[in-house]
């Protein structure tokens, strides 16, 4: 693939149970019909308010899970070399030793558990987070030291995942304090659906991301309810009809409003991509029947990532970004590109 990039993410981790929630079953095993949209779900669950139901989970996998172990995963399946820095578990667990060869991992703590119930239409991440907790600048401060000079070369550094790990922010002012200014370095910021954090949160994780554009080139990723969420914080109104320029409005809004020097948004339709100078627009690949959807925005963010890293275009990146996403969601398994 050419050169070879080297990536360090923090701090995640967790085990993904995939499963579908059946509704009929005919027999043992897998004769049955399960729900297929989760407005489905949703309806069975109302309807037992005030009463009770049962709905029957079906295990289809475990496998490694969190959206830095998925996107570390992604990036070194394309020759990318990985610093991983997340909660692997104490000794690290079974399932993070599938790792690529590519991926070097250090475990902070216990990975989390995602419940990840898996419909046509998309997902309900239902997560045990608490082990996440111990992701404080106590614990990461001496790790980060120790790896300080592999951190700071690194081509792209990875900070996702911030909703769950309530101390990023801290561990986060402390990296910057410490890195030398590059703007040849990339800068990426997942937050993942920070919906439950309070809105002061939210205001001073932009304030890092402002910070961090002072040293080097920052892009913010979201998906389009992760972008509606921040455009409510930040009054954004908008009257446009049309989905596509309705998308470039909201994507050029977010990252003047939020001052950083690149955001992009994705849906299972469509993304765009903006900065300073200029904005793009892509059509998506709408998968109906999907293989999974789990870790389909972390393999987006990946191709996006790797496009960037290459220093393709705006529209090759959301382009790169749609081709891998979509052959995951379709196959479960990652692109030859």
């Known amino acids: 693939m050419g050169e070879a990039f080297s990536v360090f993410i923090g701090f995640d981790g967790f085990i993904d149970n995939i499963l579908w929630a059946i509704d009929r079953r005919f027999g043992?095993?897998?004769?049955?019909?399960?729900?297929?949209?989760?407005?489905?779900?949703?309806?069975?669950?109302?309807?037992?308010?005030?009463?009770?139901?049962?709905?029957?989970?079906?295990?289809?996998?475990?496998?490694?899970?969190?959206n830095g172990p998925i996107l570390a995963q992604a990036l070194a399946h394309y020759d990318t070399q990985v610093l991983l820095l997340g909660a692997l578990g104490k000794p690290i667990d079974f399932i993070f030793q599938k790792f690529s060869s590519n991926i070097t991992s250090i475990s902070i703590g216990q990975p989390g558990i995602t419940n990840a119930i898996e419909f046509n239409d998309g997902k309900l991440l239902l997560g045990i987070t608490h082990p996440l907790d111990a992701i404080d600048l106590k614990n990461v401060a001496p790790i980060m030291d120790d790896n300080f000079e592999k951190i700071s070369a690194c081509d792209l550094l990875c900070f996702v995942n911030w909703t769950m790990i309530i101390h990023m922010n801290t561990i986060l002012d402390f990296l910057w304090e410490k890195l030398e200014d590059n703007r040849e370095r990339i800068i990426f910021f997942d937050l993942a659906d920070p919906e439950k954090r309070p809105a002061k949160d939210i205001q001073a994780i932009i304030a890092c991301m402002q910070r961090y554009r002072q040293?080097?080139?920052?892009?913010?990723?979201?998906?389009?309810?992760?972008?509606?969420?921040?455009?409510?914080?930040?009054?954004?109104?908008?009257?446009?009809?049309d989905t596509k320029q309705s998308l470039l409005n909201l994507c050029a809004f977010i990252q003047r409003n939020i001052s950083i020097d690149e955001v992009f948004i994705h849906d299972t339709r469509?993304?765009?991509?903006?900065?300073?100078?200029?904005?793009?627009?892509v059509d998506g690949f709408f998968v109906e029947r999907p293989r999974t959807t789990t870790g389909a925005g972390d393999h987006f963010n990946a191709g996006y990532l790797l496009a960037k890293l290459q220093q393709k275009s705006l529209s090759d990146c959301l382009s790169q970004a749609y081709k891998i996403s979509s052959y995951f969601v379709k196959t479960g398994t990652c692109l030859a590109i």
């Not at 399960?34 to 779900?41: P, S, Y």
């Not at 469509?270 to 627009?281: G, H, I, L, P, R």
Request: hydrophobic residues 35%; charged residues 20%; contains cysteine.
């Open 28 to 66: 043992p095993g897998d004769n049955f019909h399960r729900i297929e949209q989760i407005g489905k779900f949703a309806e069975r669950i109302s309807n037992a308010a005030g009463k009770s139901t049962n709905i029957e989970l079906f295990p289809i996998e475990q496998r490694i899970g969190g």
């Open 215 to 241: 040293k080097s080139f920052t892009i913010l990723g979201l998906n389009l309810k992760e972008a509606e969420q921040i455009a409510t914080l930040l009054q954004y109104h908008s009257s446009d009809s």
């Open 270 to 281: 469509c993304c765009a991509a903006a900065t300073w100078d200029e904005s793009a627009f």
